[in-house]
């Protein structure tokens, strides 16, 4: 398998803006505030967290198992991946949990600094069983660190990531909702763009009984709705329109996504 060296450091620059993005915002809690709940429903805050080093810890595993040829899972199954988390968030403080945040992201800058060409186009099997080669993973991460950042619950939003995280996220969701066989028929209507964007997934492709939910707002918006993680600003303001011509709070619930 190849890789194409300049998506490479792209997408390393983006893990490390992700990184920077996500401790930021970890660092503005106070350990006390850690125990509070995230925007995760039955999760705190140290549970994102933990889940966050895990991941990471996961990826690290598969950039040994990059350079070594030796088969090293991201996870050993998705069951051992949730019970991780639920132990780790039961036994770990909120200020524990900071600082083994910041210590691992360390760690994970040492594994790709040992990485080379050669390496990074090793193949892979990720968390979620999909093949991928190394080269995937700082995308991976990165999408990882900016999602949950807005998952710890004080105001991050998508409105703060850059311009091409949310292209980049945006071109990601029909794919993934198309692998879980969903079907959706979304019309997004970006304010700040000049082109707007149809999303058909499932049965929406082929049939025209599935009625569009129109979507309208700045792209960042529609895309924390898409992915569930809500309107970013007061769905007060009326730019944004969810079906037949509503505001914003009258959207429906969008399909999982991540």
Do not use: C
Request: charged share 25%; net charge negative.
């Amino acid at each position: 398998m190849t890789f194409d060296a300049e998506s490479l450091t792209t997408d390393l620059d983006l893990r490390s803006l992700g990184e920077r993005f996500y401790l930021k915002t970890l660092d503005q809690i106070s350990p006390k505030g850690m125990v509070e709940e995230s925007l995760l429903p039955g999760w705190s805050r140290v549970h994102v967290a933990m889940h966050v080093v895990h991941n990471a810890e996961g990826f690290m595993r598969l950039l040994d198992w990059a350079r070594t040829g030796v088969e090293n899972p991201m996870y050993p199954s998705r069951e051992a991946r949730d019970q991780e988390i639920l132990d780790s968030a039961t036994h770990t403080s909120g200020e524990d949990a900071i600082a083994i945040a910041h210590e691992v992201v360390d760690e994970l800058d040492e594994s790709i600094a040992l990485m080379t060409p050669e390496t990074w186009a090793s193949p892979l099997v990720s968390g979620r069983g999909d093949d991928i080669i190394a080269a995937d993973i700082p995308w991976l991460r990165a999408r990882e660190a900016f999602i949950h950042a807005l998952d710890l619950g004080i105001g991050a939003t998508a409105l703060d990531y850059p311009t091409a995280v949310v292209d980049r996220l945006l071109s990601e969701v029909p794919g993934i909702w198309e692998k879980k066989g969903t079907t959706t028929h979304y019309e997004l209507e970006f304010l700040d763009r000049d082109q707007n964007l149809t999303i058909r997934t499932g049965d929406a492709v082929t049939g025209d009984s599935v009625e569009p939910i129109v979507v309208q707002g700045e792209a960042a918006e529609v895309l924390s709705y898409l992915m569930g993680r809500g309107w970013p600003r007061s769905t007060a303001d009326d730019r944004r329109k969810g079906i037949r011509g509503g505001t914003a709070h009258d959207l429906p619930t969008p399909p999982a996504w991540l």
